[in-house]
């Protein structure tokens, strides 16, 4: 379930909603010295004026209304950028055409012209790449042990309940008195003494004394009581310890299973050889390949809960189509999960996101924070795959800045995913092929851009909007097993991946920096590199590191995660 930092919700809504204004027919003189595009953003409150938008790239510029063909705003720009305008001309249908020209030249050239007619401003959030934000997804656990040996469920680590002699062990079971008599007889039970009060054998009688236990053992040890068996500790054949020699301060008929302690523990106490030999040979990989279930539980021993916590950051910057964006995205998210059988396991995750983004030479700002929560659970289909779902509810708060123009926006979001993931294991490798289709539906309210144009207080109502969108993750990590010096596991693994967004808002259109709309392809490719380590017994730490954006030229997107997981 993996794992992305997904908190742009805003930036998108305005470049991609933004497109929505571009009209067909965008007239781009190829005789004009700049570049440049018209969009209507909408009418002051109380329709006293227009507002107009126009991105253009360095030149001089003018705004002229058809309507008795006088000219509204001119300015200049150094380089590229977004500008607004305020036209007294408001039409209340379709009419009060506009018209961008570049006066750079000697004359004017004319680069856009455009209606007075709104089209779904600004109606959706999604990635400045183009892809929808669908947010923090909680990283669903991996309920698989990361040496291959299959994972029965959190369990405690109970004691190695087997007899030295082979014969199963049915559980510590009281020592009771044995009732034979001293001649051999059974003991039919405490007899009542009749008045003869002398014995048969002659004997005084000294009175009825209770008949006590005999309390040694089989093997002729004296029996110093039933000890309680502690976790850990499993009988041993008296006369075999490890070449006949007895470790110093302990019986030789107890040893401790290495999996209840630490190593450093290990290394003072006396280890069942047995069993810690087949726990290596299982960590090292000689063990089953079942498939894992949650990245949490990948290294430490099986528990019954998990708590885990992931710090993403994402790094984008997007320069297609002269964009010209930066963003820096960040998220905290934690969960919490507990076992239910050995092939389920379910749990609650909630998430914190930040993001600030930068856009068309910083004439564009857009700052977003926000939650989100919900559950996820993962079961295991067969001993090589497993599916994992989630579903989440997010709420944001978006602070808006265009140009001399502010606002704040609200929006929330409703997302799913359903992942199914294998793991095979060839040679000293593993291989965990992964195949996941997210969806989400987002919904934006209406909201105001209030500010001074031309030292005219202004104030711009404009609608919110919904959308759905999809995409469908093809990836692979490929994972190789190691031990460092004190015996701890450690794991090296590289991820190949594919993006397909199948469902996109605006017909998958985004905004170029002449607010024209183009439709980038709908593909892109991944590639993530990190490691998995065991701090201690029940403390998983893994890092990440990534690319996500080959195959998209002049977009750039960089990824980094730490994953901290306590098992217990």
């Known amino acids: ?55 253009t790239s360095a030149g001089s510029f003018g705004l002229e209304a058809a309507q008795g063909n006088q000219t509204v705003d001119t300015w200049t720009k150094s380089r590229r950028g977004l500008h607004l305008s305020l036209s007294p001309v408001v039409s209340n249908g379709n009419g009060g055409t506009h018209k961008l020209y570049d ?279 067969s001993k090589h795959w497993a599916i994992d779902g989630s579903l989440t509810y997010g709420r944001y708060d978006n602070d808006i800045d265009l140009s001399v123009l502010s606002g704040e926006q609200d929006s929330e979001r409703l997302a799913g995913e359903i992942s199914l993931h294998g793991q095979y294991k060839v040679d000293a490798y593993l291989i965990r092929p992964k195949v996941s289709v997210s969806w989400s539906h987002i919904n934006s309210d209406d909201y105001d851009l209030s500010g001074n144009i031309l030292n005219i207080p202004v104030s711009v109502s404009l609608p919110g909007d919904s959308y759905n969108y999809g995409v469908l993750d093809l990836s692979t990590e490929i994972s190789r097993y190691f031990r460092l010096p004190d015996g701890q596991p450690f794991l090296v693994f590289t991820e190949l991946g594919a993006e397909y967004q199948f469902e996109r808002p605006n017909d998958g259109k985004i905004l170029t920096g002449d607010l024209s709309e183009v439709t980038p392809s709908p593909w892109s490719f991944s590639l993530r590199s990190g490691f998995r380590m065991l701090v201690n017994d029940n403390l998983q730490l893994e890092a990440t590191g990534g690319y996500l954006s080959f195959g998209q030229k002049d977009l750039d997107v960089w990824e980094g995660k730490l994953h901290v997981s306590w098992s217990f």
């Open 1 to 55: 379930m993996v794992s992305r930092c997904r908190s742009i919700t805003a930036y998108a809504g305005l470049l991609t909603g933004l497109g929505s204004l571009a009209m067909p027919g965008v007239a781009v003189a190829a005789n004009c010295s700049s570049s440049g595009g018209l969009a209507y953003l909408g009418n002051t409150k109380g329709a006293t004026s227009s507002v107009w938008l126009s991105g």
């Open 103 to 381: 006066l750079s030249g000697g004359k004017p050239c004319l680069l856009d012209t455009q209606n007075q007619v709104r089209d779904g401003l600004f109606p959706d959030i999604n990635w400045p790449d183009g892809r929808p934000d669908v947010g923090p997804q909680p990283v669903l656990p991996d309920l698989s042990l990361p040496d291959g040996r299959p994972d029965v469920g959190p369990q405690p680590v109970f004691p190695d309940f087997s007899l030295p002699d082979g014969r199963p062990d049915v559980g510590p079971q009281p020592v009771f008195p044995d009732f034979s008599l001293p001649d051999g007889r059974p003991d039919v039970g405490p007899q009542p003494v009749f008045p003869d009060f002398s014995l048969p054998d002659g004997r005084p009688d000294v009175g009825p004394q209770p008949v006590f236990p005999d309390f040694s053992l089989p093997d002729g040890r004296p029996d110093v009581r039933p000890q309680p068996i502690y976790p850990g500790f499993n009988p041993r054949t008296p006369t075999a310890v490890r070449g006949g020699r007895v470790i110093a301060g302990r019986t030789p008929d107890t040893c401790i299973d290495p999996r209840s302690v630490n190593s450093k523990q290990q290394r003072d106490l006396p280890i069942c050889r047995d069993l810690a030999a087949k726990d290596a040979a299982a960590r090292s990989g000689g063990g089953s390949s079942q498939v894992p279930l949650t990245p949490g539980r990948d290294l430490p021993a099986p528990s019954l809960w998990n708590f885990w916590s992931d710090i993403q950051f994402a790094d984008i910057s997007d320069n297609r189509y002269d964009r010209d964006s930066d963003t820096l995205a960040r998220s905290l998210t934690m969960g919490l999960d507990r076992r239910i059988t050995s092939d389920l396991v379910v749990g609650m995750t909630v998430a914190l996101e930040d993001s600030s983004t930068d856009a068309f030479d910083g004439t564009l700002g857009i700052d977003t924070d926000g939650f989100s929560f919900g559950p996820y659970a993962a079961y295991r289909l």
